[in-house]
């Protein structure tokens, strides 16, 4: 009898990292422009998986979902989860700055979720033995490595690409974390 194929070994960051609300006027071609060049400054794949657009009346309700993704190395792999949920949405002309500019009113929920992935290519996925290396590998040789060095940069990474995204909302608060330590 053959050994049913398991999933591929995922690890979660510590369920959300972060969740953003919003509530007012703001430029979304700055803020997709600006979350976009983080993702290509620190070497992400950008996929947006997720578009709808639901009118209800004279406002839209919207919901984004993109994936980040970025090789650690050939068995790790960063990926970066942002979703957006909008209510209330409705496109009007305003006067920035003495320019007339294209801006969003939205409510805005904002969702950054990091997670781990390993043995991502699901090279050791093969048979029962090497799925027994796989995780005597995880769990013995490279568990602080993992724990100590992986999951932290990607806790700085979402964390940082969070504060992008108030930045490009003008929001006051920013995040008191060592965002250069990575």
């Given at each position: 009898m053959s050994d049913p194929k398991p999933s591929p070994v995922i690890q979660p960051l510590h369920d959300r990292v972060s969740k953003l609300r919003f509530k007012g006027y703001f430029d979304w071609e700055k803020l997709y422009k600006s979350m976009i060049n983080w993702a290509k400054e620190q070497e992400?794949?950008?996929?947006?998986?997720?578009?709808?657009?639901?009118?209800?009346g004279?406002?839209?309700?919207?919901?984004?979902g993109w994936r980040l993704e970025r090789e650690v190395n050939e068995f790790a792999k960063n990926v970066i989860y942002v979703f957006f949920h909008m209510w209330d949405y409705k496109e009007v002309d305003m006067v920035v700055e003495g320019k007339k500019k294209k801006m969003v009113?939205?409510?805005?929920?904002?969702?950054?979720?990091?997670?781990?992935?390993?043995?991502?290519?699901?090279?050791?996925?093969?048979?029962?033995?090497?799925?027994?290396?796989?995780?005597?590998?995880?769990?013995?040789?490279?568990?602080?490595?993992?724990?100590?060095v992986w999951w932290d940069k990607l806790w700085y990474h979402?964390?940082?690409?969070?504060?992008?995204?108030?930045?490009?909302?003008?929001?006051?608060?920013?995040?008191d974390v060592y965002d250069d330590m990575w």
């Open positions: 992400y794949e950008f996929y947006e998986r997720q578009y709808k657009h639901k009118w209800r004279k406002w839209a309700e919207l919901e984004i009113y939205a409510r805005m929920f904002i969702d950054f979720t990091g997670e781990l992935q390993l043995d991502w290519q699901k090279r050791w996925d093969g048979s029962k033995m090497k799925r027994r290396w796989r995780d005597f590998y995880i769990n013995y040789v490279i568990r602080h490595e993992i724990a100590d979402t964390n940082e690409f969070q504060q992008v995204c108030k930045k490009a909302l003008g929001s006051e608060a920013m995040s």
